[in-house]
Every structure is written in structure tokens, then in C-alpha cells.
DNA sequence: GCGTCGTATCGAACGTTGTTCTATCGTAGC
DNA sequence: GCTACGATAGAACAACGTTCGATACGACGC
């Protein structure tokens, strides 16, 4: 689609993109180097473009990120339709919260954006509305459903962000590993007083190596058994 | 302790900080305006001196933000020692979690730095210690303490950082209130399909007008009763 | 009194960011 | 061909975090 033009004065060429593309590159940039990478520069000389060319397609960074959020969010969506689904509709919640999370884990940058804005974001809303669509199965009020969603939605936020964090340097580097870091950690937590700190002692051993996902799926396990507690239901 | 210095050259003065000033100042802007207004520059007209003189209290933005975080988290701190404490450490668990959020709903910018790095925010891990000793009271392993303890900060910061994005600009310049907004946000689910969005529909009064603090209080009752559960101990 | 050292301060500059301005190209319709 | 419009792009702008070099101040030795 690209054309020669002014051959005279050297042929340079002018790009030309689409939001598909635009999109797409941004995502790619995100993936690579996580949020601050994707700056309008980068993503131009990506593009093979000038910078003020994204501005017709997107009206500021901020919708820029709404709709790269939202593409990736286009995929989540899918996987979670295409989720079998059970009868026990706690279950089907899970499965799609840990669908959920597990985009999260791939793309760390997700977690910060996400659900940011309905409004540019049509995905996350069908998102959430397909996670309601298992409350509506439960014996709830509209009020406790409209919580439970929330809930849920919060559990994966907040466990996300949690990670979403860009690692200091030094582990992007790969001058350390993580469990390097997560190490660190812990021997300064082990040097501190036993007296005034008696919990910090207790779990330094789970704290160090500890998996994220495994710390994500019992805090939502404790909100489901929670919510089935409400619903009144039989596991 | 400002000196005048240089009286011949027009008497302009050298302004004196301290880390305290330069930390309250800083938190005096985040409270007004949000974390965008935190810059150096205005910083430092605050304290009525050069953008350089920062540099020597802190290394760098983060570290500035990391110690405005961790001394508010210190009045959190004291507030929450300062609870009377019953019987039943789920009951404080609660109360704990609920002082917390009461800070962050008056300091929405808390939500998003809180918990990023216990290295500089000894407070912080303070109040991780206090909220970890009531699980100490509960028949539970270590594992399930550190996740417990975990899965309530979630919780916290799910519901925090949802509220903790800047409001729309219209919002902030009271163009239109937070009920118009959500009122808003209600009328465009409203007319979606009834057919494709039957959660939509059912909870979009419950959205409309909703209150934060509940959200986050059912949120926060729904991994209590997972928490109660998995303890074994009655209510 | 004078020089020196460490603490503390500040103006000016640098590089990078999001955004806007203005000018241009290429194609489709007349 | 001319025009209107969709699309592109270079240059400039303001604001930001950060760095540099110079400078002031109080305390100390002498």
C-alpha cells in the first residue's frame, strides 16, 4: 500500500497504516518493553511513519491505550467463550477469572489499564458482562450479583497489579533473577526483630519463591467459597 | 531559619527545607490535585526554593513517591494500632482492612502506590506485619496465613485502584458531579440489548448512584467468610 | 581574622515526552 | 485538469524528570 513518491528529492516514501496496524504495533511495543516503551516516537518509527499521523487515528495516548487495551482484551473475550462451561455456574466463574488472569500474566501491562473505561473499552464490557451471566444462575439479589462481579473483577485487579509493577531494572536487565530478587527480599525480612515481627517470620519461607498465580488463585478461592456461601448452594 | 543573603544584588533569599517539609508538602499537593500535580517544579515553589534542592532529600521521583506514600501510611499505621481489638480476629481483620480503605477513599492516590516497594516504606510492611498477627490467631499453616494476608491486601487495592483513576477532568472542575457521571455510564447500558447484555440490565440500577465503600465492604465480606470458612472457626 | 571543608541551595541546561500547527501528498469524483 | 478530502509528516511547543556547576552558609582548625 505504501508508494514512491518525489523521486527527485531522494524517494522517501510515506507510510500508510490503519488502526488495525497502529494497534497492533502498539500491543507489540507493549508486549516487548512493557508500558513506557510505548511512546508515540517508537511507535511511529515502528510504523514507518511520522508522529503526528497517529493523532488521526487515535485523539491522545490515553485513548491510544484504551483501544490497544481493548484489543487484547478482544482475544481474552474469545477464550473465555470458548470456555466449555459446567453446570455449576462457581465453577464457570473460576475458570474465567483464571482465563482472565492468566492474559494478565502474559502481558503484565494488562493489569494496569484494564477496566480503565467502559466507554473506548466495548470488550471489557462484554467481559463483564459474561462473567454476570453466571451470577444470574445463583439464588442472589441484583445488589449481591452486581458485588459478587465486582468482587471478582477486584480480586484479578488487584492481584495483577501487584505484578503489573515493572521489575527494577536490574531484573529486566537480567542481572538477577527473580527469585534472586524475592530472595534479597526475604533475608532483609529474616534479619528483622522475631519479637516485632512475628507474622513477617512465619511466612518468609512461603514469601521467597513464592508463585503469583498460586497466590491469585486463593485469594479468589476464598471469594468464591465466599460467594457460595451467599448463594446458599451445594459445592 | 531562611537567611538573607546577597542583600546587594537585590536580597533574594536562600529557602531552608527539611525532609519533613519537603514530604508534607509533597503529600499538600497529591491531596489537592491528584498525583499528576506532584512535579518537581511545583514542589519546589511550594517550598519556595530551586528544583535542584529537591534532588538532595531524594534520588529521584520514585523514591519521592515511595516516602510521601510511606508517611501517610504512618498515620494508617497508628490508626489502626489504635483499634480496640476483639475476641475475634476476623472482626479486626475487618476493622483493619476498613481503616485502610477509609484512608485511601481520602487520599485516592494512595491506591496506586501503596505496597510497591516495602523497601522504602517500612510503614508499610508494618502494617503487613499487623494485619498478618491476627492470622497468627487463626488454626491455619503458614502457606494459608501468607495468602490470607494477601488475598485482604487484593482486596483493599482491587477496590482502591478502581476508584484511585483520576476522574475525567469534567468531573474534577465540577462540570458534572459523580452521580451525573454514573448516571451517565447507567443510560448508555440502559440501551444496549437486553437480548446480549442481560447482566447489563439487571444491575444497572445497583450501578447507578452505587457507593464505593459498599463495594468494597461486600468485596472485603466475601474473602472474610472464605477466610472464616477455611479457619474453621465459627461466626 | 582567614582558609577549608561538608552541608545545603539554586539557576540553567539537557533529553524525552505528549501534543499542536501547518504544509503537503495521493486518490476519487466531477 | 481541477477540486475536495482522506491521510501523512516535519517542525515546533510546553512540561516533565534529571544533571551540572556554581555558590552560599556554618563550623572547625589555626
Redesign the pocket.
Known amino acids: ?6 523521486r527527485a ?1 531522494g524517494g ?7 488502526m488495525e496496524s497502529v494497534l497492533t504495533e502498539a500491543v507489540a511495543l507493549l508486549d516487548e518493553a512493557g508500558a ?9 518509527q515502528r ?18 491505550l484504551d483501544r490497544a487495551t481493548d484489543h487484547v482484551i478482544g482475544a481474552v473475550l474469545a477464550d473465555v467463550e470458548r470456555l466449555p462451561g459446567s453446570d455449576d455456574p462457581i465453577d464457570d466463574l473460576r475458570a474465567m477469572a483464571v482465563t482472565l488472569f492468566d492474559a494478565i500474566v502474559d502481558r503484565p501491562w494488562l493489569g494496569a489499564y484494564f477496566m480503565r473505561n467502559t466507554e473506548a473499552q466495548s470488550n471489557s464490557l462484554r467481559l463483564y458482562e459474561r462473567l454476570g451471566q453466571q451470577t444470574l444462575r445463583l439464588d442472589l439479589t441484583a445488589h449481591q450479583r452486581f458485588h459478587a462481579v465486582s468482587a471478582i473483577v477486584g480480586v484479578v485487579v488487584g492481584s495483577a497489579v501487584d505484578m503489573g509493577q515493572e521489575p527494577p531494572a536490574e531484573i529486566l536487565d537480567g542481572a538477577v533473577s527473580r527469585e534472586e530478587f524475592l530472595g534479597r527480599f526475604a533475608q532483609a525480612w529474616r534479619e528483622l526483630d522475631p519479637e516485632e515481627y512475628p507474622f513477617v517470620h512465619e511466612i518468609v519461607d512461603e514469601f521467597d519463591g513464592h508463585d503469583d498465580v498460586d497466590q491469585f488463585r486463593s485469594a479468589l478461592e476464598l471469594t468464591l467459597t465466599g460467594l457460595r456461601l451467599q448463594a446458599g448452594t451445594r459445592p
Not at 513506557?36 to 511511529?44: D, E, G, Q, S, Y
Not at 510504523?47 to 485523539?59: C, E, M, P, Q, R
Open positions: 500500500m505504501t508508494r514512491l513518491q518525489n528529492t522517501r516514501r510515506r507510510a500508510s497504516h490503519s513506557p516503551a510505548l511512546t508515540f516516537r517508537a511507535l511511529a510504523l514507518g511513519g511520522g508522529v503526528a499521523s497517529i493523532y488521526w487515528y487515535v485523539d491522545s495516548k490515553e485513548e491510544l
